[in-house]
């Protein structure tokens, strides 16, 4: 079983119990898309726009110590997005069109997706393109792909640019 059918039928279930979720992303730690129902263009910048929101949630539950982070949650004039982590390199966000619904039970029922997600993609995800989440007290050198380029491409004594003639 692929992870498109996996997810179509948790996230179909999800939506028929919910029917105030008007769409569901699946998409990697690093923004890539992995699965969805929103049209492909809406889709695309919701994941990445999840995984930003994700690193930065995940940053400041870090720095505030109070626990693990469990979702992020955007409130809008006509519902809400909410991006739940699903395992360790995926993400799920929703896109609900009412904020007056009973948000716990949403969260509930969600979560438990997500777990269920994360575990089949966990197992099975090797090619789904994502990135584990970094250690967030991990040397710069890990986290840093500049971190890598050698010191002499990284400290150039001569500017990079030249003032253009007047």
């Known amino acids: 079983m692929d992870a498109d059918t996996v997810m179509g039928t948790e996230l179909r279930g999800l939506r028929q119990r919910r029917p105030d979720i008007a769409g569901t992303v699946l998409a990697g730690t690093d923004g890539l898309l992995i699965s969805s129902d929103l049209p492909s263009t809406d889709a695309t910048h919701l994941a990445a726009l999840a995984a930003a929101s994700f690193g930065l949630g995940h940053r400041v539950a870090d720095t505030v110590r109070q626990g693990e982070f469990r979702e992020s949650v955007v409130h809008t004039t006509a519902g809400c997005v909410v991006t739940y982590p699903a395992g360790r390199s995926a993400l799920l966000t929703l896109v609900t069109v009412s904020a007056a619904g009973d948000l716990e039970a949403l969260h509930e029922e969600a979560r438990e997706v997500a777990r269920r997600a994360g575990s089949f ?46």
């Open 121 to 166: 993609l966990d197992v099975r995800g090797a090619g789904i393109g994502a990135t584990s989440v970094p250690d967030a007290h991990a040397p710069l050198a890990t986290r840093t792909p500049m971190a890598t380029l050698p010191a002499q491409l990284r400290r150039s004594s001569r500017p990079t640019w030249r003032r253009p003639p007047i």
